[in-house]
């Protein structure tokens, strides 16, 4: 599953900003290749024991089962890449649910995963995903008895759903980073990071910086700074 995703990391990149109209190329390969490269998998599942003065424990992990996903339009293959390897890894199958303007890369990354699930011997629908998404299949799938787990990336509302199902839930809602810059900092170094950070994939990660709060006696000069990284600043 890796090899496949690292090989498919650049059409991948290609088709999302097509589909979405978000983000760029170069980002979201990179992004693809994170993803692939460095989700936690099989490597990283080992049964652990402790023990002391009062006896010893075992820690055995465990598959919860079908596990169903929803997926966003900003992060669309990166989010499916990164969800499959490591709910797989963990012996679990996994349902997507995507984005309905990212239906087409989405559902792409999830045949590609699947044929290389298939080449490795594995079951032949381990991954699947909802060829015509919607707010009702949505809806359906976090109420569906089989699902016993869900894993949402999105907007507020669907994660306030989700959250709400009764289901044990990992979501990932909208975000809003806010960077701080007081005057111990390496005010270029700060400027290079804020600029790099706000405009990689045009902003579309949650996790990118939104919003900076300075300190006064420096704001000139980190302005300045950020200035010569050729960020467009707005009074």
Wanted: glycine content about 8%.
């Amino acid at each position: 599953m890796r090899g496949a995703a690292i090989e498919s990391a650049e059409r991948f990149a290609r088709d999302a900003v097509a589909e979405t109209g978000l983000g760029r190329v170069p980002h979201k390969v990179q992004k693809n290749l994170l993803a692939a490269t460095k989700t936690p998998g099989v490597e990283d599942i080992e049964p652990k024991v402790y023990t002391g003065d009062d006896g010893l424990t075992l820690v055995e992990p465990a598959p919860w089962g079908v596990i169903g996903s929803i997926t966003p339009t900003t992060n669309p293959t990166e989010t499916v890449i990164n969800n499959a390897l490591s709910a797989v890894a963990a012996g679990n199958a996994v349902v997507f649910h995507p984005h309905p303007a990212a239906k087409g890369v989405s559902n792409l990354a999830v045949r590609v995963l699947n044929r290389a699930i298939r080449a490795a011997g594995g079951p032949r629908t381990l991954i699947c995903s909802i060829a015509n998404p919607t707010l009702e299949s949505s809806a359906e799938l976090m109420q569906h008895r089989g699902i016993r787990m869900l894993v949402v990336t999105g907007g507020g509302e669907v994660v306030k759903l989700a959250m709400r199902s009764g289901k044990k839930c990992i979501a990932a809602g909208p975000g809003n980073p806010t960077v701080i810059v007081d005057d111990t900092a390496d005010i270029a170094r700060a400027a290079r990071c804020i600029v790099d950070g706000a405009s990689f994939d045009n902003n579309v990660l949650c996790t990118a910086e939104k919003e900076v709060l300075v300190f006064e006696n420096v704001a000139d000069r980190l302005v300045a700074e950020m200035q010569c990284c050729g960020a467009l600043l707005v009074e």
